[in-house]
């Protein structure tokens, strides 16, 4: 019988700082998270040096969290494996140098994980079953994607966005309305209450795979500037249910029609705004239409978390290919897939 694998992985990319001890790439142990989000919501953001100065506080008891969760020790693992881009440089620094220091003293292997490779393989935890080859639709804070995962395991990138990413368009918009920073979930929630039937850009077809969110953020922008202008009320709720509907049937439209003209019965959703129910919703029935099964991870793991990472270093680790000496391991705040 083969042994299993134990991987304790690092995240600290953006405001999370976690740690997570993860089996055989599909099973989460423990995952231990410090979430800054209550004192970034006071700056209406994300501020890069508060972020990394506050990983560097937390790290090391998130990590002593995950190690007593799991009942375990480091000496119990296989290998470390960290984040070490794409996201804010000071950040990642923090996680990357934690972990470099675990992986020397205690002689480990040391495996470099890009995030967003870790936002797919999320949905290796949540679906024990799900196999390549299949499509990704990677949407997050700085990612709108479609991307082909053949069955060699090669990323074929078929579509990107020409401006922002969906995620930040979320943002962007809660920000105007005033609502509370990370901006998707809130938007999400004063979508529930309204009615979306303002059409801010007209929704072109085309051929290609490529989104664009500048458009739809700078229509909202300015629909709300002009109702501010004329000293009336702002209709929070219709807007975010609005924005939301358009945002969402673009990323539904263009997966759909992929998955059809490429053959995939498999269509996999990935990064923080696939935790966005609507998009779940109206993909999970655009994908029935065309007969394709449609994933999306639990909302845990949705957003940043170290499991993640656990679960697609733990591919880099098996492969060989992840594997990186700690002392030579560099962070980036940009890498591609
Ligand atoms: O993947 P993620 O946690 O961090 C990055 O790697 O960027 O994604 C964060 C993004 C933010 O823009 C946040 O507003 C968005 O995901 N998000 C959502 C929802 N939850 C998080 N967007 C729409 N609806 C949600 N429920
Ligand atoms: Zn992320």
Redesign the pocket.
């Known amino acids: 019988m083969n042994k299993d694998t134990y991987i304790l992985a690092i995240e600290s990319s ?1 405001d999370d700082t976690g740690v997570a001890i993860v089996k055989n790439g599909r099973e989460v142990i423990s995952n231990a998270i410090s979430s800054q989000i209550d004192i970034h919501t006071l700056y209406g953001g994300v501020v890069p040096e508060i972020a990394s100065r506050n990983h560097a506080v937390n790290i090391s008891g998130v990590c002593k969290e995950a190690l007593k969760r799991a009942n375990m020790t480091i000496d119990d693992m296989d290998a470390i494996a960290v984040t070490y881009g794409a996201g804010l440089l000071g950040a990642l620094i923090v996680g990357v140098n934690f972990a470099k220091g675990l992986a020397y003293s205690h002689h480990k292997p040391l495996i470099g994980v890009n ?1 967003i490779e870790g ?1 797919i393989a999320a949905n290796y935890i949540a679906f024990k079953e799900l196999n390549l080859p299949f499509l990704c639709l990677i949407v ?3 990612h709108t994607a479609l991307v082909e995962i053949t069955e060699s395991s090669d990323r074929k990138l078929i579509g990107t966005t020409t401006d922002d990413a969906v ?2 368009a ?2 962007k918009v809660a920000r105007v309305l005033g609502l509370p920073y ?4 809130s ?2 929630a004063h979508a529930k209450n309204g009615k979306s039937d303002i059409e801010f850009i007209k929704l072109h077809k085309s051929n290609d795979f490529n989104f664009s969110y500048s458009g739809i953020k700078t229509a909202v922008v300015n629909y709300v500037h002009n109702i501010e202008q004329r000293g009336e009320k702002v209709p929070v709720d219709d807007i975010c249910a609005s924005f939301q509907k358009q945002a969402v049937e673009m990323l539904v439209t263009k997966t759909i029609m992929a998955a059809e003209k490429f053959g995939y019965k498999k269509i996999v959703l990935a ?3 696939s ?2 129910a609507a998009l779940r919703e109206a993909m999970t029935q655009a994908g029935e239409k065309i007969g394709a099964k449609v994933y999306y991870p639990e909302l845990s793991l949705c ?2 978390n170290a499991a993640m990472i656990g679960a697609a270093g733990y591919i880099g680790f098996k492969n060989g290919k992840g594997i990186i000496s700690p002392l030579k391991i560099v962070p980036s705040s940009t890498i591609k897939l």
């Open positions: 953006c995030h936002h997050s804070g700085g995620g930040e979320f943002d990370p901006g998707g979930p938007v999400q990064g923080g705004v935790a966005n957003t940043d």
